[in-house]
């Protein structure tokens, strides 16, 4: 899901600033298929045309392995958050140079 405001784990950030991808999910036996790589990249470029500055997206503080894979497809490591007793990890991804933070 690609949205333009998130209230919940963005309420700092301005509507329409950034893309926030959420509940990006792959079935097991399409792993490693690129199939992630290019929703992902799909968002990027639907985020851009509607004029973002950034990409952001969260996950489980507790899944470090998909911290790494989103690191990997270029998202800087932003900050983290609890709501609840879900703690997780902020990350973005610039769309156009110079400063940017999704939750501005």
């Known amino acids: 899901m690609l949205l333009f405001e998130d209230r919940i ?10 893309g ?17 790589r290019a929703l992902l990249a799909w968002a990027e470029s639907s985020a851009r045309e509607r004029g973002c500055r950034a990409l952001c997206l969260d996950c489980s503080a507790n899944h470090p392995g998909l911290a790494r894979y989103y690191a990997a497809a270029g ?22 140079p110079g400063e940017v933070d999704c939750a501005r």
């Open 75 to 96: 998202f800087a490591r932003h900050s983290e958050g609890v709501l609840g007793s879900y703690r997780f990890v902020r990350f973005e991804k610039r769309l156009l």
């Open 20 to 36: 926030y991808v959420h509940r990006l999910a792959v079935r097991r036996r399409a792993a490693g298929s690129g199939v992630a």
């Open 9 to 18: 784990f963005w309420p700092e950030a301005a509507p329409f600033e950034a």
